[in-house]
């Protein structure tokens, strides 16, 4: 059963700390507000830490790291030290940098890697799964197998924010996650649902059993103390010696040692090599006073949003309506032919060549000139020669601001909700199944969903492709909203309704994280929508020759993102923070 916590007002100090945690059915249309600092998550003793980092007087970044450390503890399904993410920061003087902390192919892997002798998809023997009928069936070696494990980023991408951008030490930041590992903490009906999910998977896996189910073997409650010891000295290593911490000496001899013992390809070598990188971040004009700062590549998600937002512009959404049938069906298009080109080019740009045209306001002015007022164009027309795979929904984002008006804004994943459910033996920690991100049989397209072309096939030390779209936007110059979401590649729609909720439909933080999201992604050619829009609005889409899908939040059981984000009021400069009401979310200002 899920808890409604109201907002509660404490009085510390001289601070006014401001919290909510929300639920979905206790969806709350006004934000929390803090006049100095904001952290806003999934979880609420992983966003206490943030919170108690910046009233403490550290920055955003502070915060965030100690942030992102604690989530690895208290939400396994997606935060994390074993996989990686993207971090974009912008800082009070103006300086917008993005962190790509994005996991790597090892430098074995190869583009044929998750192909049996007959050229199908290899299966992982080890692990097997009975369906209703009592069959038997085995995953694909890129979802749960320790193939599809990516060279970790995420503790060298913490490191190197720390380092580059945030006043304290990581022995300090990272404190309050391994006395969560170390001492445990109390499991919410959440938590230990998912993990009892799971469990069939765990259960054959030894370290896995070890770390992530309970010792008497019996399902988690609510209310029982969860203790991680093995992740709280995995996390104390990173304390002691940051990046090399983790990369180097024990822990890395452990991920050699397992990845052997399991037919992984990742070795000491390749963490050694593993790099996060400081690259800029893709900046786009939006309606001329605003900016938004994103996700470069090996996320897609910044061109994707610019070429969504670039063609948008040409439409007065605010005068057509919030999710009127004329705003969805031009959204729709404008996803459908970003989605599009997203498939054709986008890939690492380490290893890929890509076209500079996309971004432009010219080649939006054309894009728009194909969208059809009246008809859905079908997605066929728009590039028959390729079609996208499914992703599943396991991700999770925060934002932070700090009481200078320094912001961060980060998505970080596992990829699968926990990820390969693979534990490395003696560290306690859930590792990635990012390899699933790359495309994974060249050159084969199936109607299904699969797409094999040659951007994101896998090459050695590439990084495979993502959504992940952290952003921060300015107003007039000034820090004004820090938004993102999980979601695959539902990310960078959800991400993009948030601006325009806010920008072109005039709503508060919180009804804009609220609002029922749409989503289409050019193949397959279907409109899912968040339950809330009216029936004569779905009824008008498919006159439009829409497909949709209409099942959600508030009715049925399509959700779309989590998107934890923060507006500065730009009269009062106050801090206004929106948790997602689709989970257990928590904002927590002073
Ligand atoms: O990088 C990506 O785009 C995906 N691996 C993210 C997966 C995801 O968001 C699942 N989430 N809810």
Redesign the pocket.
């Known amino acids: 059963m899920r808890h409604r916590f109201r907002i509660l007002f404490a009085v510390c100090g001289l601070f006014i700390t401001s919290v909510a945690v929300h639920d979905a059915n206790a969806a709350s249309r006004k934000p929390v507000v803090g006049k100095k600092g904001m952290a806003v998550a999934v979880e609420p003793l992983a966003t206490q830490v943030a919170a108690d980092i910046l009233k403490k007087g550290g920055n955003a970044v502070d915060a965030a790291v100690g942030l992102g450390l604690a989530l690895a503890v208290t939400h396994p399904s997606?935060g994390n030290i074993g996989g990686g993410g993207f971090m974009v920061i912008r800082l009070a003087d103006g300086t917008a940098v993005a962190i790509d902390y994005r996991e790597k192919a090892p430098g074995k892997a190869h583009a044929r890697m998750y192909l049996d002798e007959d050229g199908n998809r290899a299966v992982n023997p080890a692990i097997s799964f009975t369906r209703q009928d009592g069959s038997t069936f085995h995953p694909n070696t890129n979802r749960i197998h320790h193939l599809a494990i990516g060279v970790p980023g995420t503790p060298a991408g913490f490191a190197l924010a720390l380092e580059k951008y945030g006043t304290m030490s990581m022995a300090a930041v990272i404190q309050p996650a391994i006395e969560l590992a170390e001492n445990g903490f109390i499991l919410t009906e959440r938590i230990a649902r998912g993990l009892n999910g799971r469990r069939t998977i765990f259960s054959q896996i030894p370290a896995s059993k070890k770390a992530m189910m309970r010792a008497d073997g019996k399902d988690w409650q609510e209310g029982d103390r969860w203790i991680q010891k093995d992740l709280a000295e995995t996390l104390k290593r990173i304390g002691q010696d940051g990046h090399d911490g983790f990369y180097k000496g024990k822990t890395a001899e452990l991920i050699e040692k397992d990845m052997k013992a399991g037919g992984g390809m990742i070795d000491r070598t390749d963490l050694a090599n593993y790099q996060a990188i400081i690259r800029e971040p893709v900046r786009n004009v939006y309606r001329g006073i605003y900016e938004t700062f994103t996700m470069p590549l090996p996320?897609s998600g910044g061109i994707t949003m610019a070429m969504m937002l670039n063609i948008l512009e040409g439409y007065d959404l605010g005068r057509m309506g919030h999710n009127s049938s004329s705003t969805i069906h031009v959204m729709a298009e404008a996803m459908r032919l970003a989605y599009a080109d997203r498939a054709r080019y986008l890939g690492d740009a380490d290893f890929v060549e890509i076209p500079g045209h996309l971004t432009s306001k010219d080649y939006a002015a054309a894009q728009r000139s194909k969208v059809d007022p009246f008809f859905a164009t079908p997605s066929e027309e728009v590039g028959p020669e390729l079609t996208l795979a499914t992703?599943?929904?396991?991700?999770t984002h925060y934002s932070v601001v700090d009481q200078w008006g320094n912001a961060v804004s980060n998505t970080y994943?596992l990829?699968?909700g926990y990820g390969s459910h693979i534990v490395i033996a003696g560290t306690g920690m859930l590792t990635n199944n990012?390899m699933g991100?790359f495309n994974p049989d060249p050159g084969i397209t199936r109607p299904t969903g699969q797409i094999g072309t040659p951007p994101n096939l896998i090459e050695p030390n590439k990084r495979m492709l993502?959504?992940?779209s952290p952003t921060i936007v300015t107003r007039n110059g000034e820090l004004y909203l820090v938004v993102g979401s999980?979601?695959?590649?539902t990310?960078i729609n959800t991400t993009m309704q948030l601006i325009l909720n806010v920008i072109d439909h005039g709503m508060n933080m919180q009804e804009a994280v609220n609002a029922p999201r749409l989503h289409h992604q050019w193949f397959p050619d279907r409109l899912r929508i968040e339950g809330g829009v009216g029936r004569e609005v779905l009824d008008a889409l498919k006159a439009m020759g829409h497909d949709i899908s209409s099942r959600g939040f508030g009715g049925g059981s399509y959700r779309q993102g989590d998107g934890h984000s923060i507006m500065v009021d730009p009269d009062t400069g106050y801090r206004l923070g929106a948790p997602d009401p689709r989970i257990e979310g928590a904002a927590f200002g002073h």
């Open positions: 997606a996320s992703e599943p929904d396991e991700t994943t990829e699968g990012e991100d993502s959504s992940m999980p979601g695959g590649r990310i």
